[in-house]
């Protein structure tokens, strides 16, 4: 089965850091862009980064709200992808999905929630 | 950056009815670079519609896309219990993908 599941959400304070982790299965992961997407409580999806394939250099893109914060990375032997974020202020709460593709998200993850308060 | 519009925020419709959501773009949206997704309470979006109007794996025919350009619409031709649900219009025709607001269709 292909899927795809986040870890590493949790209840951090503003201006510290977490690492978000998707563990992908059932695919070639090193052949698939993937991306993060969040969803704040009660709001709509909102794109944050996207990774490509070591084929296509593996180039990376983010969000305003998220450039200079947030990095996005791969690990392909472990089918791995990773969110850096550092500097979080509270308006990144959010649940945060994982999904393959690059252009769009053809498979996502259940989610994982980012608390960031005092 | 693409500012997407999605219209009405709330339809309110019967099972069986046809349900026509719109998604309007503030720039034209190169090659029909736009996708619909499916979104229920507690779950994960699910990918309905990509390329405008190519049915996602394992998606029914009730759905269907269509547009081009600055107009885009899903519709859903009898709705399902099942079809009730938030919908997103997503574009990627631009490096800064951006979302519609959503459009939740709602059991009258």
């Known amino acids: 089965e292909v899927q795809v599941v986040e870890s590493g959400g949790g209840l951090v304070q503003p201006g510290r850091s977490l690492r978000l982790s998707c563990t992908a299965s059932?695919?070639?992961?090193?052949?698939?862009?993937m991306s993060w997407f969040r969803q704040a409580p009660g709001k709509g999806l909102e794109w944050v980064s996207f990774?490509?394939?070591?084929?296509?250099?593996?180039?990376?893109d983010y969000a305003a709200s998220v450039r200079g914060r947030f990095t996005i990375s791969r690990e392909d032997s472990k089918s791995i992808a990773y969110l850096q974020m550092n500097s979080l202020k509270t308006e990144d709460t959010a649940v945060y999905y994982c999904?393959?593709?690059?252009?769009?998200?053809?498979?996502w993850g259940q989610g994982t929630l980012v608390t960031v308060s005092s | 950056e693409i500012v997407l519009t999605q219209s009405p925020g709330t339809l309110s419709l019967s099972p069986g009815e046809r349900a026509t959501l719109s998604c309007r773009a503030s720039?034209?949206?190169?090659?029909?670079?736009l996708a619909w997704y499916q979104q229920k309470p507690g779950q994960a979006p699910r990918l309905l519609i990509y390329?405008?109007?190519s049915r996602a794996t394992g998606i029914p025919d009730r759905f269907s896309g269509s547009g081009s350009g600055t107009d885009f619409t899903l519709t859903i031709s009898r709705l399902e219990p099942e079809d009730f649900a938030v919908y997103y219009c997503?574009?990627?025709?631009?490096?800064?993908?951006?979302f519609g607001q959503g459009t939740k269709v709602e059991i009258k």
């Open positions: 999904a393959r593709g690059y252009s769009y998200g053809s498979v």
């Open positions: 059932g695919f070639t992961f090193g052949d698939y862009a």
């Open positions: 990774i490509r394939s070591k084929d296509f250099g593996g180039t990376t």
């Open positions: 720039q034209s949206v190169s090659s029909s670079y």
């Open positions: 390329g405008a109007s």
């Open positions: 997503q574009q990627y025709g631009s490096s800064l993908r951006t």
